[in-house]
């Protein structure tokens, strides 16, 4: 008997994921609750588990497709089912048929599949691979085109029904769809640019005319990021301002602390991000619309009373920002435990959707690749960002004499709807006063 298992419901308000490395070939001999794929959804990467044993025959889907929930993604037969016969059955003299009725015996007719979806499973969803719904609900096979093809008019939102094929049989290709693009483009009057009309990105050129390319999908961790940065680059007026830390005492202290406890318990290292968080929340409470957001509907500004710090995290798959909660209640020792955690479970793509949502505010360290100041983008709908570059030796002015102190460059982005340039300034300068003085950041933690 053949099953075919299905996407089963990955998250709340989740409809579509995307399939991430296959865990299984077709003839593999699976377990229950075998791990056959990774499955992703926004940030989130986890481990899907097949709940029926068997013998994969056939798999539906590859690495890099979306696919819907309820989507068939393996079938499978019992295990010691017969498999199919390789050799011809010997032929048989054909025999006069009785007179009967032409409704074939039940026994010849093949049983349907049966469907594995494990619990909780969501109203399945047809995927339809090889027809699709028109406008009068009527199923009607496939525009004739590549996937590349219908990947690019997916991205570009355009309807592979209504665009006119150039190549053999009407088979349509990027160029038709490109051209027909830009023929909507010229049809369509030129709209003012503002927040009720985006601008649209025409279509790229043929690159390969000029030379060889190669096409990179983004996985779904860059396609959410990228998304998520257009739109807060769309929506929020940035403001950049800059600031430099004197973190020369701060510094000569985290190193005492790390030498004095390095080797006793393995405890949870101590960076400058964990000291900056403890600043940021002082900070913050002195000048609460950084920990807000901007409702445009009402024209109301949302103070949060909670201090939950996104950490930028860089990882091989994306740029990734898991939220500490919490952090005016935690002490250095646990934020920097619950940094490395969350830090390393990023990397091993095991963040779950809950781990990076609830920010207020969003610090990203980029000291231990290099650069001096950068201008961050607000992780939206926060209305600031701080970001942190490499400390230098620098020679400062001190009562008079020239000094050597180590100074960290700070970059503060802010949306100006909600703070103005003299706040965020006031604001900064708080910042950089309590990392600059380790008996004030202690005094007020």
């Not at 929506?235 to 406890?261: F, G």
Request: hydrophobic fraction near 40%; aromatic fraction near 4%; include cysteine.
């Amino acid at each position: 008997m053949s099953f075919q298992f299905k996407l089963p419901s990955v998250g709340e308000n989740v409809e579509q994921a995307d399939v991430g490395n296959l865990r299984v070939a077709v003839g593999d001999v699976i377990e229950a609750q075998q791990v056959v794929m990774e499955i992703e959804t926004d940030k989130a990467v986890f481990e899907l588990p097949c709940p029926q044993p068997g013998r994969i025959t056939e798999i539906h889907v590859k690495p890099g497709m979306n696919v819907a929930v309820g989507t068939p993604l393996l079938t499978l037969e019992s295990v010691g089912a017969p498999a199919p016969a390789p050799t011809k059955a010997p032929p048989v003299a054909p025999v006069a048929a009785p007179p009967v009725a032409a409704k074939p015996p039940a026994a010849t007719v093949p049983a349907p599949a049966a469907d594995i979806v494990p619990a909780p499973l969501a109203p399945a969803v047809a995927p339809a691979p090889t027809a699709v719904t028109g406008a009068e609900g009527s199923q009607t096979p496939p525009a004739p085109a590549a996937p590349a093809t219908r990947r690019l008019a997916r991205e570009l939102g355009v309807d592979l029904f209504k665009v006119k094929g150039s190549g053999p049989g009407g088979r349509i290709n990027q160029d038709d769809v490109q051209a027909f693009v830009r023929s909507i483009l010229k049809q369509t009057p030129a709209a003012p640019q503002s927040a009720g009309n985006p601008v649209v990105a025409p279509p790229l050129p043929d690159f390969s005319q000029f030379g060889p390319i190669e096409r990179l999908p983004l996985n779904k961790i860059m396609r959410t990021a990228a998304a998520n940065l257009n739109l807060a680059w769309s929506v929020i007026p940035h403001v950049t301002q800059h600031e430099l830390a004197d973190v020369t005492d701060l510094e000569a202290a985290r190193k005492r602390y790390s030498q004095s406890h390095s080797g006793k318990d393995g405890g949870p290292k101590i960076t400058m991000t964990v000291l900056a968080m403890k600043a940021i929340v002082t900070a913050l409470k002195s000048f609460p619309r950084f920990n807000s957001s901007y409702d445009p509907s009402t024209g109301e500004i949302v103070l949060k009373r909670y201090f939950h710090v996104g950490v930028a995290v860089d990882t091989e798959n994306g740029l990734m920002v898991p939220v500490i909660r919490n952090v005016d209640t935690k002490s250095v020792l646990q934020l920097a435990a619950e940094i490395g955690d969350l830090a390393h479970r990023a990397r091993e793509r095991k963040l779950t959707l809950a781990d990076m949502q609830g920010g207020t505010f969003t610090i990203t360290n980029l000291g231990g690749i290099g650069g001096t100041y950068f201008t961050p983008i607000v992780n939206y709908p926060e209305v600031a960002i701080l970001g942190m570059s490499r400390t230098s030796q620098q020679s400062v002015i001190i009562e008079g004499k020239p000094e050597v102190r180590l100074m960290l460059p700070l970059s503060l982005s802010y949306d100006h709807r909600v703070i103005n340039g003299a706040d965020a300034a006031r604001f900064i300068v708080k910042l950089s006063g309590l990392l600059s003085d380790p008996f004030q950041l202690l005094s007020e933690v």
